[in-house]
């Protein structure tokens, strides 16, 4: 008795937990492709590779199982890339199995020959070719360990089309998963630890998206009650710790002096949880390199002159702050800059509440969407304008309630990955918050939402023209110039994938347009016209409140 290499492969992901694939099939993956009809994994039909991509990729940062993404050979393999990319860039784990042609000809030069592997290997953590069926099994394993260890991450696997309709026999079956188990810091790094803790004046709390990944959020909040210590996060990190909490500073990233930054200028320790290079460039919040760091991660530090790490705890991050709030023998009192912090926060957003404008404010986009959402709803903010106004203002209470790419920062993410987080979470109303430009990039994944029927809600900032990059220009170079572009009846559009359109015509209109969206069962689409030029009046005024 013997099955193909394409049933092998299937048997092999329901081993791996895979629930869904996300891909567009090619001649040379047909047999995969008519396996996985006898499967208990749903392959969901995309409208363009990358849209699979970034799906996979938002399926595996919220489940933290690796998500899988399916495409033909090579361009369509070649399409996959840029969402691949954001994946290992953002520590998310993604499984990207494409066709090849034959091994018969792979050698030469023949008919959409590429080599796959080696374009994949600076964008994932693992990249290669499997020679034989036999090696199904042991390659699709090792692929999924890969992806989802610590530094979580992409990997690629080439699968010849005559590798992949070859027989095998039946005793070739998947192997048996092992689960890497926590590992407990050690006891000299944290004695250590607290010793440069003894001696602190301000220290401070950041957390990034690895505390997030490993459920950290409980640990983290216990952490800083029991030492009095303010916490910010990163972009990527939002929601492991909550922002209606009293110790919370918000989020750090954005590309001036912000809020937040106040209360990092005045701290001589820095304790880093979960924090990692690619969120943000640490010469923002050490310019002058005088922090201490005490980095806390699962992984040592990635090496950098702004980043000196003092002491590096290397273990299960919960584990690794239960033990060092255990060792430290005294509480911190917050400082006056902390309040001050919280209150320049709350009063920016309470201004955003109140603010009638037509085209309506920024502020006012993000307070409406808050206000829509409950606390356990997601909401995906692609890159532009609207990523840095709802990262610094929207408020988030739970982990991987909000997400953004800001490793990569791809434009287009949002709606692919709103219907994959949709899929992960059904119960979870999803918003993807997006510019008009983001948008357009992968808008023609609204027609799958519509056929698959993931209820998911776009709302698209709409300004006719790419506007962080306006307002980058305006900072730096005094005036802009090739931003603007024209957009089509966004009402008509959606209406034409058998979606809802809304078209926001006041600003007291949005609140309740979202909600009715938000609540119906189809996948809806809202246009706002907003008005930018709060994007130039924030930094002018963050530079003012800096030198006061």
Not at 273 to 278: I, P
Not at 342 to 362: M, V
Not at 437 to 447: D, P, R
Request: aromatic share 8%.
């Amino acid at each position: 008795m013997s099955s193909t290499a394409a049933a092998l492969l299937v048997r092999a992901l329901e081993a791996e937990g895979v629930t869904h694939v996300f891909g567009i099939p090619g001649e040379e993956n047909i047999h995969f492709i008519d396996a996985l009809n006898d499967s208990s994994i749903r392959y969901v039909l995309v409208r363009h590779e990358q849209g699979a991509a970034f799906m996979a990729e938002i399926y595996g940062r919220l489940t933290g199982k690796a998500g899988v993404a399916s495409a033909t050979l090579g361009p369509g393999a070649i399409n996959l890339q840029l969402g691949v990319a954001d994946a290992t860039t953002n520590s998310t784990p993604v499984v990207a199995i494409s066709a090849q042609v034959g091994l018969d000809r792979i050698y030469k030069e023949s008919h959409q020959i590429v080599d796959l592997v080696s374009l994949f290997r600076p964008i994932t953590k693992w990249s290669e070719l499997v020679p034989t069926a036999a090696a199904i099994p042991e390659m699709l394993r090792k692929a999924f360990k890969t992806a989802q260890t610590e530094r979580p991450g992409a990997v690629y696997l080439a699968i010849p089309e005559d590798v992949e309709k070859a027989e095998v026999p039946d005793d070739v079956r998947p192997l048996p998963l092992n689960v890497v188990r926590p590992v407990d810091p050690s006891s000299s790094q944290i004695a250590r630890a607290a010793d440069l803790l003894a001696t602190a004046r301000r220290p401070i709390i950041l957390a990034g998206h690895g505390a997030t990944r490993v459920g950290a959020r409980d640990a983290l909040v216990h952490f800083s009650e029991r030492l009095g210590l303010p916490v910010a996060t990163t972009f990527n990190g939002k929601g492991v710790f909550p922002d209606d909490h009293r110790h919370a500073l918000g989020a750090f990233g954005f590309m001036r002096h912000d809020h937040v930054n106040f209360a990092f200028d005045e701290a001589d320790v820095l304790i880093s949880v979960g924090y990692e290079l690619q969120e943000f460039d640490p010469v923002k919040i050490n310019p002058d390199r005088s922090k201490k760091i005490i980095h806390i991660h699962q992984f040592p530090a990635e090496v950098d002159d702004h980043y000196p790490v003092a002491v590096g705890v290397q273990g299960d991050i919960s584990r690794s702050l239960h033990a060092l709030g255990e060792a430290v023998h005294r509480r911190f009192t917050l400082s006056p800059t902390v309040e001050k912090v919280r209150r320049l926060i709350r009063e920016e957003f309470e201004q955003g509440r109140t603010e009638e404008g037509f085209p309506l404010t920024p502020r006012r986009v993000v307070a409406d969407i808050r206000q829509a959402m409950g606390r356990d709803d997601i909401v995906l903010a692609d890159t532009g304008a609207v990523k840095m106004w709802m990262s610094r203002m929207y408020p988030t209470y739970e982990p991987n309630t909000m997400l953004v790419s800001n490793g990569l920062s791809s434009m287009g993410f949002a709606v692919p990955g709103a219907i994959a987080a949709k899929l992960a979470f059904p119960s979870r109303r999803v918003l993807a918050a997006t510019g008009d430009g983001a948008f357009l990039m992968n808008s023609q994944e609204l027609e799958t939402a519509v056929r698959e029927r993931v209820p998911i809600t776009v709302l698209i900032w709409e300004d006719d023209a790419y506007g962080l990059i306006d307002w980058k220009m305006g900072l730096e170079l005094g005036r802009s110039s090739n931003i603007a572009f024209g957009n089509p009846d966004f009402v008509k559009y959606a209406e034409s994938f058998g979606a809802r359109g809304y078209r926001v015509d006041s600003a007291d209109a949005l609140l309740p347009t979202l909600r009715e969206a938000l609540d119906g069962e189809g996948v809806s689409v809202i246009a706002v016209p907003v008005d930018y030029s709060a994007n130039l009046a924030l930094t002018e005024s963050l530079a003012g409140l800096r030198s006061a």
